[in-house]
T-cell receptor
């Protein structure tokens, strides 16, 4: 079956631009997570959804970061007024429930010039 | 609060040699522990996990890890390295109790494994 997919795979933005990153989780997975992986670092938690409810957004680094999952399936991570420090790989993961194994997508590599 | 420390950002072994990747964790509650592997331009793949029960956990591709509570460690081993094992490996911890951060994974900084002929 299809795994977690993310688009675009690569995104180059000029500083100050807004970007939107998409995550298509595995069908039927209730839980969805976003992580940020800076170069040479491990992934860091950004936010978590259970269905359409955003239950934890403690990892979002600033109010320029916004995530949504309006119908409990596809999720979008939006970054407004991008800055160079936003350059990273953004990983999405989904799981059947919060207690289950998380399945990761390939990530979106964002480069802010 | 939880944290993970992976000792050694780079490990190099010969093909056929023992692989040992070190992971120590800190957790205020009993943890669930994970090892993930990441190949270039790919997402993370779960190698193995410890939740409860047997402290020696076997995973895919011949890897195993032992949970040692007294040492707060969860080191990853493989008896004989293969060229295809070359990748980056991440140790992660997750709280096993409820709460809004229940599912959140906290990762170490990763260890790049190089296997040379």
């Amino acid at each position: 079956g299809a795994g977690v997919s993310q688009s675009p795979r690569y995104k180059v933005a000029k500083r100050g631009q807004d970007v939107a990153l998409r995550c298509d989780p595995i069908s039927g997975h209730v839980s969805l997570f976003w992580y940020q992986q800076a170069l040479g670092q491990g992934p860091e938690f950004l936010t978590y959804f259970q269905n359409e409810a955003q239950l934890d957004k403690s990892g979002l680094p600033s109010d320029r970061f916004f995530a949504e999952r309006p119908e409990g399936s596809v999720s979008t991570l939006k970054i407004q007024r991008t800055q160079q420090e936003d350059s990273a790989v953004y990983l999405c993961a989904s799981s059947p429930s919060v207690a289950d194994e998380q399945f990761f997508g390939p990530g979106t590599r964002l480069t802010v010039l | 609060a939880q944290s993970v420390t992976q000792l050694g950002s780079h490990v190099s072994v010969s093909e056929g040699a023992l692989v040992l990747l070190r992971c120590n964790y800190s957790s205020s509650v009993p943890p669930y522990l994970f090892w993930y592997v990441q190949y270039p331009n790919q997402g993370l793949q779960l190698l193995l996990k410890y939740t409860t029960g047997a402290t020696l956990v076997k995973g895919i591709n011949g890897f195993e890890a032992e949970f040692k509570k007294s040492e707060t460690s969860f080191h990853l081993t493989k008896p004989s390295a293969h060229m295809s094992d070359a990748a980056e490996y991440f140790c992660a911890v997750r709280a096993n109790a409820g709460g809004t951060s229940y599912g959140k994974l906290t990762f170490g900084q990763g260890t790049i494994l190089t296997v040379h002929p």
